[in-house]
């Protein structure tokens, strides 16, 4: 257990190839090893002589499980059971970082995971007799729907007719999850039983590959509005490219060589081999750099802040009044919530506006994520755009008032997702309270006001309104910046509402993309981004001090990353001659050395006596 209540737990009793255990005495010493390996990674000893995050501990140590585990998938070849790792070589240990960059998801690299799943899928349907189709299809049609991620290759990589002996082989086995939603009973197969037998002998197999599930999309059917974008996402990072990130490679290589530290006195790890890990060997690995995120367009931001803006301040309060009136409205016990709002009449709920826009029910709904019914899909975004669903325009509320705190305020994620009712401003309500990101001693976030202005405040009382107004059993204690959910109305507690509420928005208003077939999703870093670029071009070098303390960053290089990624080299070399000028002109004891050598050259130290484009030249060419 975690300082910051994170919990992580594995039995190390798996079996080795041999048919031995792992826990048996024979394989105490390497046992011993592995076990001294995880320790050694929350300790200052492997970090620097400093001690680290809870967070960061909790991710180090989940990495090093990632690594144990490859050596386990690797046992045969490197013969552990028999010798521990006594004949590691540096080839062995070369390959060990290989493997994690051979893609960018360690449920890949490192486990196969779609490989795996596949080809138990194939094993299995196998099996699969044509009267199993026939019964089973007669009671679950849809089973038999064709799905459009395999037509264009994705997913599992499996056929249609595999696609279909594949759902049909997983019902017949109880391996499907129903979910009530809606539009009626959505199937999600239980893919958690299978990674429980095909990872049974490692460490986290089964917990590294829990979000590659979503991956395996084709499988489900039935009805379910899911998460859907109408277009094609603009990447906001380099995420698409397949390559393993530099940056993460880095901690594992790290991770790796603290193996060599447990070993003194009685070696049971051969140290010698760690010495490939150096940095030509780093070099000869094809990695991508650390995920950045893309610039967001000048139009882009100023019209999503004009519309969030405008969206807000003319529905915010009707909104926020008919949420209220619908969660307080009396009904009967055990009736779902929007099953109320559909038998009502829920025109006496709403204000005139929003009567206008044409709300018409609680919700819209729409024919899942998977790809079955398009014409469903395209009825839903019709909907969406015509503002019949009061629940969808909330959620559009709420991502409006993201764009606007993430576009006047540049906060993290996190430091928005942290807000809370009541809490988010202080007493004059001029000033955005927030745990700074990045700051404070082990989990200890420093506590910190910015100035926010008042369009921005107007909407974090929006917020607070709606929180204070509703039933104790609809809030639950939820943040600050989140929404109702479709079905009960309660508000969400989803890690993901932050993103769900911008994507939701970016339809709404139909943001502009690259082409007509994409669209940029918005996401807060880009906002932060355009923030601190924006604000250096209007203030240049002389503000990145102000800028710094206002975005929250210990050092300003990491606000000079900022700029330089998206600034072209000329441009930034002109900036610079600018903010010398400047310093120059106003006695800055800063620019003593520069005036110094300008007077040997003008023979005067008044420099605005000199006309600004002879200086630029000069300076230019030091």
């Given at each position: ?5 994170v919990t ?16 048996d005495?024979?394989?105490?010493a ?6 001294q ?5 929350t ?13 960061t501990a909790?991710?180090?140590?989940v ?11 690797q ?9 521990g790792?006594?004949l ?15 893609e960018?998801s360690v449920?890949?690299?490192i486990?196969?995971?779609g ?6 899928l ?8 044509s009267?199993?189709v ?9 089973l ?7 037509e ?45 037998d ?5 460490l986290?197999?089964t ?25 094609k996402r ?6 698409e ?5 530099s ?8 991770i790796?060589?603290?193996?060599g ?5 009685d ?7 760690f010495?490939?890990l ?12 650390a995920?950045?995120?893309t610039?967001?367009?000048q ?8 519309n ?5 301040l ?5 909104l ?17 919530f929007?099953?109320i709002?559909k ?5 006496r709920?709403?204000?005139?506006k929003?009567?206008?826009?044409g ?12 790809g ?9 975004f ?19 008032i993201?764009?606007?705190?993430g576009t ?5 994620v ?5 807000l ?6 202080d007493?004059?309500?001029r000033?955005l309270?927030?745990r ?10 420093q506590l ?11 909407q974090?009382r929006?917020?607070?309104r ?6 104790p059993?609809?809030r ?9 959910q ?7 507690r989803?890690p ?7 994507d ?6 139909e943001?502009d ?7 940029f ?19 240049g070098?002389?503000?990145l ?8 960053h ?13 600034t072209?080299g000329?441009?930034?070399r ?19 050395d520069?005036a110094?050598f300008?007077f040997?050259?003008y023979?005067t130290?008044?420099f ?6 002879r ?8």
């Open positions: 257990k975690f300082e910051n209540g992580a737990s594995w039995n190390f009793d798996v079996e080795l190839y041999d048919g031995s255990r792992l826990i005495p024979k394989h105490a390497l046992l011993d090893t592995l076990k390996w995880l320790c050694i990674q300790h200052p000893i492997a970090n620097g002589n400093r001690s680290i995050q809870s967070r909790h991710t180090r140590v990495r090093t499980l990632h690594l144990i585990d490859h050596l386990l998938i046992g045969p070849h490197l013969k552990i059971a028999d010798y790792l006594k590691l070589t540096e080839n062995d240990i070369k390959n060990w970082i290989s493997a994690t960059t051979r960018a449920a890949e690299s486990y196969d995971w490989g795996r799943i596949r080809h138990f194939l094993e299995k349907i196998a099996t699969v007799t009267e199993d026939h019964q089973i299809s007669q009671h679950q049609p849809y038999l729907t064709p799905c459009e991620s395999t264009n290759g994705l997913g599992l990589r499996l056929s249609q007719d595999e696609l279909i002996l594949a759902r049909v082989w997983l019902w017949k086995n109880d391996l499907y999850h129903q979910q009530q939603t809606a539009d009626g009973p959505s199937y999600r197969p239980n893919l958690a039983a299978i990674e429980n095909i990872y049974i002998n490692t986290w197999g917990r590294a590959c829990f979000q590659s599930q979503m991956k395996a999309q084709e499988l489900a059917f039935g009805e379910d509005r899911g998460t859907v974008i109408e277009k603009v990447a906001c990072r380099n995420y490219d397949g390559r393993a990130d940056r993460k490679i880095a901690v594992y290589v790290k790796l060589k603290s193996l530290r447990i070993c003194h006195d070696p049971k790890v051969p140290r010698k081999p010495a490939a150096d940095q030509n060997f780093m070099q000869s690995l094809d990695l991508k750099d995920g950045r995120h610039m967001l367009p139009k882009v931001v100023f019209d999503a802040l004009r969030a803006i405008d969206f807000s003319t529905y915010g309060d009707e926020v009044d008919a949420y209220l009136c619908l969660a307080n409205a009396k009904r009967k016990p055990g009736k779902k929007y099953n709002t038998a009502e009449d829920l025109a709920f709403l204000g005139p929003l009567l206008d826009l709300v018409k029910s609680w919700s819209i709904h729409s024919y899942g994520f998977f079955e019914r398009p014409q469903a899909r395209q009825a839903y019709a909907d969406l755009k015509a503002s019949r669903g009061l629940n969808e325009l909330l959620v559009v509320l709420v991502g409006a993201n764009i606007i705190l006047l305020m540049a906060r993290r996190g430091e928005l997702t942290d809370t009712p009541c809490m988010a401003l007493k004059t309500g000033y309270t927030f700074n990101r990045k700051s404070g001693i082990y989990e200890a976030r910190v006001a910015r100035p926010i202005p008042e369009i921005a405040a107007k974090i929006l917020l607070e709606m929180h204070a107004g509703l039933p059993n609809f639950n204690e939820t943040p600050l910046l989140t929404f109702p479709a079905n009960t109305g309660k508000l969400v989803s993901n509402r932050v993103y769900r509420s911008l939701v928005f970016c339809d709404y208003f943001i993309g690259i082409d007509d077939d994409s669209r999703y918005i996401r807060l870093h880009q906002l932060r981004q355009f923030f601190a670029i924006a604000f250096f071009w209007s203030a070098f002389g503000g001090e102000t800028l710094r303390w206002f975005m929250g210990l050092d300003v290089r990491h606000i000079w990353n900022y700029i330089t990624q998206n072209p000329a441009i930034l002109h900036v610079k001659i600018d903010y010398a000028i400047q310093h120059l002109r106003g006695g800055s004891p800063d620019s003593a520069l110094n300008l040997e050259h023979g130290r008044d605005a006596l000199i006309e600004t484009a200086l630029e030249t000069y300076i230019g060419e030091l």
